[in-house]
């Protein structure tokens, strides 16, 4: 359960641009209601107002007149790329740093990723031009020139944001904590941050990384999202390590099960607590997170139920580990070692 990145960028209003390593797509419409174009085909997202739902339906058929009526429908009347087109005579009196931030997102925009951050370079000295050249450095697996803007972004944390204010450029980026859990964050001091832990987890710095997040902790000692990514990042780093499972039972110290970023924290609790022997309270701790199943992810269900299965067998319950794999093995036939433990 590692980070893995993905973007996304409001150009201006109805337009966002999606990154992610699958690759690029663009949405355009009003909030509530966007018409997307990617590599997974075209479809269509619709929001229910006042309930922060919505659902998405994939647009099918040829080119004809429903597809081209969601389309216009949707898309607005100046186009992206002039959105962030200067003018001859703006480009006169605008500063070449500024100049080439404007360029590099409206290359994001167009699809082209090489030359945004061709452009981006450019503008590395301005906190914005840092914050988006480390990030898309970053998707693109450059770690240490990642490192190397993001580092540069936080030393000017204190100015992120006057130029997208500027040039009415919105830029918010999701950083993936586990396969379940996303955070959102902007171009502020917490977003880089947790884009330098990413870089440095990359590197295998698990140092830097850890420090990074400690200090984050600091800072907002009650962000849950930071909590877990710090849990994340010991066990990881540091398996079987008896210091790292007391700090990952003290991180989830009074936590509830109260969404699904709350119920990974409780996750990695209790494989703390089965690393330091406390199998009663391992059980009970992964049995509580399981009553909760909405909103949760099949992925991150399955793997409470597991670890739940590994801490039976350790505490002697062999039929009860039995009964549980079998249950999981008819669901997911091919998870972790089931079969292999069922002896088939």
């Not at 997040?213 to 008896?242: H, N, Y």
């Not at 119920?263 to 701790?285: E, I, P, Q, S, V």
Request: hydrophobic share 40%; aromatic share 8%; net charge positive.
């Amino acid at each position: 359960m590692s980070f893995r990145f993905w973007r996304r960028i409001k150009i201006a209003p109805g337009v966002t641009l999606n990154l992610s390593k699958s690759g690029g797509s663009l949405s355009f419409g009003p909030r509530g209601a966007k018409f997307t174009v990617g590599s997974r085909g075209k479809r269509a997202t619709m929001g229910i107002p006042g309930t922060g739902l919505f659902y998405t339906t994939p647009i099918t058929g040829g080119k004809g007149g429903k597809k081209r009526s969601v389309y216009s429908a949707a898309t607005p009347t100046v186009s992206p790329k002039d959105r962030l087109t200067l003018g001859f005579f703006k480009r006169l009196v605008t500063p070449d740093d500024e100049e080439a931030l404007v360029d590099g997102c409206r290359e994001l925009l167009l699809g082209d990723e090489n030359k945004a951050l061709g452009y981006l370079k450019k503008a590395t000295h301005l906190a914005d031009g840092a914050y988006l050249a480390g990030f898309l450095s970053l998707k693109q697996a450059q770690l240490q020139k990642a490192t190397d803007y993001l580092t540069i972004a936080a030393e000017n944390h204190r100015r992120l944001g006057r130029y997208f204010d500027k040039y009415g450029i919105s830029a918010t980026m999701s950083l993936p904590i586990t396969d379940e859990v996303s955070a959102h964050v902007g171009p502020d001091l917490r977003g880089v941050l947790l884009g330098l832990v990413e870089a440095w987890q990359g590197q295998q710095r698990w140092a830097d990384a850890t420090a990074c997040l400690e200090r984050l902790q600091r800072r907002e000692p009650d962000d849950v999202v930071v909590k877990l990514s710090l849990a994340e990042l010991l066990l990881e780093a540091s398996p079987g390590d008896r210091n790292v499972y007391r700090k990952v039972v003290r991180l989830a110290e009074g936590i509830e099960n109260e969404t699904p970023v709350h119920t990974a924290l409780l996750f990695y609790k209790a494989k703390a607590l089965h690393g330091l022997g406390l199998l009663d309270a391992a059980r009970d701790t992964l049995t509580v997170v399981l009553r909760r199943k909405k909103d949760r992810s099949g992925d991150l269900l399955r793997a409470i139920r597991y670890e739940r299965i590994q801490v039976y067998e350790d505490l002697g319950q062999h039929r009860r580990a039995r009964s549980e794999l079998e249950k999981l093995y008819a669901e997911t036939p091919d998870y972790e070692d089931v079969a292999a433990r069922l002896g088939l």
